[in-house]
C-alpha cells in the first residue's frame, strides 16, 4: 500500500490550485483512496471507502470527481471488467496485466515497451499522445485454481 504522506497531500492542493480547481475535501479523499491502493478500483468501490470517512458523500460526486480527474490527466481509467471502469492514480509511464477471469489488474513496468513508437500510419487517424500496452490472460492465482480443478 503506498504511504500517503503530508507531501502527497500538499502536491494534490497545489496541482488543484494551479488548474483551477478547488481542493475540497471530498476531492482529496477521494485521491486519497486512489494514491493508497494498486487495485485499480471502480466508482462504487471508492464511494464505499471514502463514504466510511464522509457519510454525505454522493456516488454522483464520486462519478463527477473521477471525469474531473481524468480530464485533468490526474487519474487514468483503465481496462473495464464487467463494464465498470477502473482507475489508476500512478500517471506515471506503465501498463497493465488484466486477468480474463476475476478482472485483477496488475501494473507493469517494462522499460523496453516504454520505448513502443505507435505505427506513422496511425498517425492518418489522429495525433497520438500516449501508448499504453495491456496483457490479459489468467493471472497466478487463477491459474492455480484452474490446475486444481482439473
Request: net charge positive; with cysteine; aromatic share 8%.
Amino acid at each position: 500500500m503506498k504511504n500517503i504522506t503530508k507531501k502527497s497531500a500538499d502536491h494534490f492542493v497545489r496541482a488543484c490550485r494551479k488548474k483551477g480547481l478547488k481542493a475540497t475535501n471530498q476531492r482529496r479523499e477521494i485521491m486519497r483512496e486512489l494514491l493508497k491502493t494498486k487495485e485499480h478500483p471502480d466508482a462504487e468501490t471508492i464511494f464505499r471507502k471514502v463514504r466510511k470517512r464522509l457519510p454525505a458523500i454522493s456516488l454522483d460526486t464520486v462519478y463527477r470527481t473521477l471525469r474531473v480527474f481524468e480530464d485533468n490527466g490526474d487519474v487514468f481509467r483503465v481496462a473495464t471488467f464487467n463494464d465498470r471502469a477502473r482507475y489508476d492514480a500512478n500517471t506515471s509511464s506503465h501498463h497493465h496485466f488484466v486477468c480474463s477471469y476475476c478482472g485483477r489488474i496488475v501494473d507493469c513496468h517494462c522499460p523496453v515497451l516504454d520505448r513502443f513508437q505507435a505505427p506513422r500510419e496511425l498517425a492518418r487517424l489522429g495525433r497520438i499522445d500516449r501508448v499504453h500496452i495491456e496483457f490479459r490472460g489468467l493471472c497466478s492465482h487463477c491459474q492455480t485454481r484452474e490446475a486444481a480443478r482439473q
